[in-house]
């Protein structure tokens, strides 16, 4: 079975600080995600990564940052934390070796509030 | 047009009952297509993949129809545990593009 692992199932940040959300899979997936996901938009694209040291920006990528320096393991990273990044973060990943029909793999969030 | 269009619902029905949701998709090039169930709060959780043929995993049946670029999911005598959001979801290249979902509450 896959996991995919967050480090903080819930954080309290305060405006300005830098924030990073670990997120570590055990299955030798290539691409990994970041999603966030807030009331009525749905899970909305941040970043991905295709490999290690390879990322691209998603839909929303203004406010973060990604790493991914092991295969394993994506990072975020929100430079000066906002109000606005209040919301559920998702990490997913995926092994496209797989064929098309393998599916995203989620961790179990985490729940970020800015104050 | 939002890539994927499902109907926020809720839908309530009583346990037992059928339900069927629909999704629209806006890309052609959507190579796969998946249903996911995501509980309030939690993580979203694969439900099923759906092939071109259609397929059937148990209560559940999944339909494709490239022409029209609609996906359709039907759960046959709901439980109360089948009470979530269902998101349809088409690959596009490498990404997964996920709708609002559709809320589904069954009541006893």
């Known amino acids: 079975d896959v996991k995919v692992t967050q480090s903080s199932r819930y954080l309290v940040k305060r405006t300005g600080e830098k924030v990073f959300l670990e997120c570590v899979q055990d299955m030798d997936h290539e691409n990994m995600f970041w999603y966030r996901q807030d009331p009525g938009l749905g899970l909305r694209l941040i970043y991905f990564?295709?490999?290690?040291?390879?990322?691209e920006k998603g839909d929303i990528p203004e406010g973060y940052s990604v790493s991914r320096e092991k295969k394993e393991r994506f990072s975020l990273i929100l430079e000066s934390a906002s109000t606005n990044q209040t919301s559920m973060y998702l990490c997913?990943?995926?092994?496209?070796?797989?064929?098309?029909?393998?599916?995203?793999?989620f961790g179990n969030g985490t729940r970020l509030t800015v104050t | 047009r939002k890539e994927v269009e499902q109907d926020p619902g809720p839908f309530n029905v009583p346990e037992g009952a059928t339900v069927a949701f629909n999704c629209t998709y806006s890309n052609s090039a959507s190579q796969s297509f998946f249903w996911y169930r995501q509980d309030c709060r939690k993580e979203p959780k694969l439900l099923m993949s759906?092939?071109?043929s259609g397929n059937e995993d148990g209560r559940f049946t999944a339909q494709l129809n490239r022409a029209s670029q609609y996906i359709s999911l039907l759960i046959r005598d709901s439980k109360l545990s089948d009470s979530a959001t269902y998101l349809c979801?088409?690959?596009?290249?490498?990404?997964?593009?996920f709708g609002t979902g559709t809320r589904l509450q069954v009541f006893p």
């Open positions: 979801v088409p690959l596009v290249g490498d990404k997964l593009i």
């Open positions: 990564s295709y490999d290690v040291k390879m990322k």
């Open positions: 997913a990943s995926r092994s496209p070796r797989e064929g098309y029909n393998s599916p995203l793999h």
């Open positions: 759906v092939y071109s």
